[in-house]
């Protein structure tokens, strides 16, 4: 897998000062509401990036940051009976979301879910098929972005597929991503 850095952007990314501590206890606050804070943005690009990784019957599929579980009920879907799902999360309220979506929906047998965070993933060398991640590599500050892909390396095997899906700059025009920014800046 080769990794690729484009850089020379016009407007700058801004860095993520905030501690995986904040970020794990913001997420545990917003957790029971989540879905109706990101769903009518995310959900479009998640299910599109979802049907071009093309996730087939048998494979080993890992998500980052699986939040509240929408994506893990689809993957699960995926795998089939034979398969397995594996998710990582850093919040303990995201988690408890996704395992109450996936038993509503009879798939939990299917899936294995950790708390942790994805700089350091306690999953083997090379074990996963496919490694999905939706809106939540920028929500790593910058320089932990290589540390986070070199994770992802580490655990996909060498012919794996990696989807991510994150946000664009869009010149800094774009409305939503102006108050991803002051949400999080807050």
């Not at 494979?59 to 995926?78: N, P």
């Not at 939706?134 to 060498?158: A, G, N, Q, W």
């Not at 989807?163 to 939503?176: D, Q, Y």
Request: aromatic letters at 10%; glycine letters at 10%; a positive charge.
């Amino acid at each position: 897998m080769k990794i690729k850095f484009i850089t020379g952007a016009k407007k700058r990314i801004p860095r993520v000062h905030r501690t995986h501590k904040q970020a794990k206890e913001a997420y545990d606050r917003i957790s029971g509401f989540y879905n109706l804070i990101s769903g009518p943005f995310e959900n479009k690009f998640r299910i599109l990036a979802l049907k071009k990784m093309n996730i087939k019957e048998g494979e080993s599929v890992l998500e980052i940051g699986f939040g509240t579980g929408r994506s893990l009920i689809e993957i699960a879907k995926d795998i089939g009976e034979g398969g397995r799902a594996y998710g990582i999360d850093i919040s303990l309220g995201m988690l408890n979301m996704a395992r109450r979506r996936l038993k509503k929906k009879g798939l939990l047998r299917r899936v294995e879910l950790c708390c942790g965070d994805a700089l350091y993933m306690p999953y083997r060398d090379n074990v996963f098929d496919v490694i999905f991640m939706s809106f939540t590599l920028e929500l790593f500050d910058t320089p932990e972005i290589p540390e986070v892909l070199h994770e992802v390396k580490r655990v996909l095997k060498p012919e794996g597929r990696l989807g991510v899906v994150s946000m664009s700059r869009e010149n800094g025009e774009s409305l939503f991503l102006r108050l991803y920014e002051w949400a999080h800046r807050k």
